[in-house]
C-alpha cells in the first residue's frame, strides 16, 4: 500500500509564492506518476501537474504552465509542487496522487491509484 501526505498550503497574496510538499510511504514503490490536483467549492476536480517518478518526465495544466514547477526527490520519496505567481483563480484544495500509468493518461485524475487528504491553498487579491 501507499500512503500519501501532503503539507506546504496556507494563506498568500496575489503574486506570491507557496511550495508543496507530497511524501509518500510505503513499499514498492515504483514506476508510478505523481500528480497535482486540485479543487475549489462546488467546482470539478482539476489536473495541475504530473512527474514521471523515476524519470522526472513533467506535465503541466495550461493554466499554469510558466508559475508552477513539478519535482521529485527520490531518495526521501517526494514530490514538490512550487507555485509561483500566484492567482486568486488557483485557490483550492490541493490534492497529490500517484498511479502506474502513462503519457499522455497523467492528467486522467481516474486513472490514479492513491490519494493524499488534501492541502488548502488560498490566494488573496
Known amino acids: 500500500q501507499v500512503q500519501l501526505v501532503e503539507s506546504g498550503g496556507g494563506l498568500v497574496q496575489a503574486g506570491g509564492s507557496l511550495r508543496l510538499s507530497c511524501a509518500a510511504s510505503g513499499r514498492p514503490f515504483s514506476s508510478y506518476a505523481m500528480g497535482w490536483f486540485r479543487q475549489a467549492p462546488g467546482k470539478e476536480r482539476e489536473f495541475v501537474a504530473a512527474?514521471?517518478?523515476?524519470?522526472?518526465?513533467?506535465y503541466y495544466a495550461d493554466s499554469v504552465k510558466g508559475r508552477f514547477t513539478i519535482s521529485r526527490d527520490n531518495a526521501k520519496n517526494t514530490v514538490y509542487l512550487q507555485m509561483n505567481s500566484l492567482k486568486p483563480e488557483d485557490t483550492a484544495v490541493y490534492y497529490c496522487a500517484a498511479g502506474v500509468l502513462r503519457s499522455p493518461d497523467e492528467y486522467r485524475g481516474d486513472l490514479y491509484d492513491y490519494w493524499g487528504r488534501g492541502t488548502q491553498v488560498t490566494v488573496s487579491s
Open positions: 512527474i514521471n517518478w523515476w524519470y522526472g518526465s513533467t
